[in-house]
């Protein structure tokens, strides 16, 4: 009995050598980590993997290689183990991977190999995941489908991915070789929709056929319209093609049949149709909205053309189009018109209201034109546009001041100059007025000095300190009602003028201590409508005319100035305070303007009483003086500032604080006035307590008021 029990050792090593000899010839290799259980029952041999539930990790670096050279190789293992070379005509052009959250079992037998529990496979760009897979050897087909849980909900349903194109069903058949393939229950994402079917098949050119299947836009689970058609082919990043196809709503076919329809599917920007909405109006009916076409017109712009019906007869049409140009501009342009009918034409109250409106969005960039600037934002149109009910933005309906803008600018590198042309428009949609300025026109030269020598030699003279500007303001505007707005009432009602300003300064340094600045300006106003008015005896009222016509004013000023600056200073050798420093600065200045225009005077006012009014009225840029001007204006400014020692500062050891930044007193004396020469005396203030507290003051003085109350 010991020599049996020592014997048995060694019988186990020769059964364990008998099994492997078996094992090798059915092409089975496998290393030392590998669990390999062969069942008493002959029709069912299979190698097994432990059980991820007892927390053990599944074997990497199992390989499978049939005599057929079919392989499956785990995506983590490392090394690798002696293969048979595959026969020819049965080769993969590359190894799969898989891996399983559960268990892996194989059949030795059938060849087949068994996933469970999130399994995954990969096979070049093809991936597949399911609750369960199963791997046929012999034909290189899998199968995949999802198991049903204790809820009885089906879960780890057939995810497929092939390339970019994505698949989920419910169950699916592949063959790798072939690369066809059978899904059944289908849903998978073409271009911006959905395509459904029951069952779809894959052929080696990569196109789907699909039986009894649909195509949508919407994204629900049960999709809430669907073209549904027999069969339809799909060509990947291509198009899709259909025979016979309905139009389905909420489940229910309705009478829209087409012969045949193709969606194209290519990615990126391109034409096709847009699905409208549907609904019901209270007053205008049922409805279809923003039913369209779009056109890719290429890389730069697009168009798309919608519309609105409605079943009692209204109706509308919108132009939208998107433009870029990279670096230099984008925009965006919007043209609508509706016509609004409002009850039915056999009855009295029968009405049709037609709108429009018209919105631009345009931006250039910055860095085309440095020197060049253009932008718009346009928003015109009917006052009614968006009050009519049948408008879907809210932002619209609520608002009632709609206003547009266009400028274009432009400055001269190098040179002086600048220009400013800008268009404007304000209308309010509650009192209908209209208010648009076309054109607003500024040019301006900054200040130049025509008498500077271009080669300066010794000191600069006077008179190369004169200094000159240039402005020229021109402007065209209308305030009207949004009804006559397009006609001849119009064209009478616009104002517009033509204004050029000159302006002439120099400063010039007097007696050391003080400076002195002259200065001249000169302003020239062209308009082309003159107001006159006359007593008619006969209707006893004033007539009032408009004259049209090339009109002009000006006016001329000038004006002198004296300042300088007074310090008083105050230092200390001992304490915290260094010194204290006081500035004043007195001025005192003149200006004139002579009277160069007269008002009329005549019998003119209510009942014929004698009255007076200026032709130049009706100029936009104002009228010329029509009395003489002239004033002495003086005043000072003071500020006070103390200078004390710092210790956070390491330098110099001292710190500025300003105990009154400003202190000015100012007035003036008007030589023309008949009366009351002197003006207000006018007082103000600041100053910074505690460093973040600051404090202003004002004050008037009046030197003629006077107290009542004594």
Not at 475 to 503: C, P, Q, W
Request: hydrophobic share 35%; glycine share 8%; with cysteine.
């Amino acid at each position: 009995m010991a020599s049996l029990i020592k014997s048995v050792p060694f019988i186990l090593f020769l059964l364990f050598l008998a099994i492997a000899s078996q094992a090798q010839k059915l092409g089975v290799k496998f290393n030392t980590d590998t669990t390999v259980n062969i069942l008493t029952n002959q029709t069912e041999e299979f190698i097994e993997r432990p059980d991820s539930v007892r927390n053990q990790q599944a074997d990497s670096l199992l390989t499978i290689i049939g005599e057929t050279g079919f392989g499956i190789k785990d995506s983590t293992s490392t090394d690798s183990l002696a293969v048979n070379s595959p026969k020819k005509g049965t080769e993969l052009t590359s190894e799969i991977k898989y891996h399983a959250r559960d268990s892996i079992r194989f059949s030795v037998e059938d060849k087949k190999v068994f996933l469970y529990g999130e399994a995954q496979i990969n096979y070049g760009d093809i991936e597949l995941k399911a609750a369960y897979i199963e791997i046929n050897q012999d034909s290189k087909e899998v199968y995949a489908e999802g198991v049903t849980d204790s809820t009885g909900n089906t879960i780890g349903t057939p995810q497929f991915k092939s390339g970019d194109q994505d698949f989920a069903a419910k169950r699916m058949r592949y063959n790798f070789n072939t690369k066809k393939g059978k899904i059944l229950d289908v849903i998978t994402q073409q271009g911006e929709g959905n395509l459904r079917g029951d069952q779809v098949k894959k052929t080696a050119d990569e196109s789907y056929y699909i039986k009894d299947g649909g195509y949508t836009t919407c994204d629900a689970d049960e999709p809430h319209y669907i073209i549904k058609a027999k069969k339809l082919k799909v060509i990947p990043n291509d198009k899709i093609v259909s025979g016979p196809a309905f139009l389905m709503f909420e489940g229910v076919y309705t009478p829209l049949v087409v012969p045949f329809a193709l969606f194209p599917t290519k990615p990126g920007r391109k034409s096709g149709i847009i699905f409208p909405e549907y609904g019901e109006s209270p007053t205008q009916g049922f409805f279809f909205r923003n039913f369209g076409y779009y056109l890719n017109l290429g890389d730069q712009i697009d168009l798309a053309v919608t519309g609105d019906i409605y079943t009692r007869g209204s109706y509308g049409v919108r132009l939208l189009s998107n433009y870029k140009k990279r670096y230099k501009f984008n925009g965006r342009l919007e043209l609508s018109h509706n016509s609004l009918r409002n009850s039915r034409r056999e009855f009295p109250d029968f009405s049709v209201q037609n709108n429009f409106f018209v919105k631009w969005r345009h931006t250039q960039d910055p860095k085309a034109r440095p020197t060049t600037s253009f932008s718009s934002d346009v928003n015109f149109g009917t006052a009614t546009n968006f009050s009519n009910g049948l408008t879907t933005s809210a932002q619209d309906f609520l608002t009632n001041t709609f206003t547009s803008s266009i400028a274009f600018s432009k400055r001269w590198l190098g040179k002086p100059f600048t220009l400013n042309i800008n268009m404007n428009h304000s209308q309010n949609t509650n009192t209908n007025v209209v208010s648009v300025t076309l054109p607003q026109i500024a040019f301006g030269v900054q200040r130049f000095y025509p008498f500077k020598r271009r080669n300066q030699v010794g000191k600069q003279r006077w008179y190369e300190k004169i200094g000159v500007t240039y402005n020229l303001n021109a402007r065209n505007e209308v305030t009207t009602l949004d009804s006559i707005f397009l006609t001849r009432a119009t064209l009478d009602k616009m104002r517009n003028g033509v204004r050029h300003s000159v302006g002439v300064s120099t400063n010039i340094k007097a007696f050391k201590y003080f400076t002195i600045n002259p200065s001249v300006s000169y302003n020239e106003r062209w308009f082309f409508q003159s107001l006159s008015k006359a007593w008619n005896n006969e209707t006893q009222t004033v007539d009032v005319d408009t004259t049209f016509g090339f009109f002009s004013n000006r006016d001329v000023s000038t004006s002198v100035s004296m300042t300088t600056n007074i310090y008083g200073l105050v230092q200390f050798k001992k304490g915290p305070i260094r010194g204290i420093r006081h500035v004043l600065n007195p001025t005192i200045g003149f200006r004139y303007t002579p009277k160069l225009n007269s008002d009329e005077f005549g019998y003119f006012g209510n009942n014929g009483t004698v009255s007076s009014y200026n032709p130049d009225d009706l100029s936009i840029y104002g009228q010329a003086p029509t009395v003489n001007t002239g004033a002495m204006n003086f005043g000072f400014g003071n500020t006070l500032e103390m200078k004390v020692r710092s210790k956070k500062d390491t330098i110099t050891g001292f710190k500025k604080i300003k105990l009154l930044e400003a202190l000015n007193v100012s007035s003036a004396y008007n030589f023309f006035a008949d009366s009351l020469n002197l003006s207000d005396i006018r007082i103000s203030g600041r100053t910074t307590l505690i460093e973040k507290l600051s404090v202003n003051f004002n004050m008037n003085l009046s030197p003629y008021a006077q107290d009542t109350n004594l």
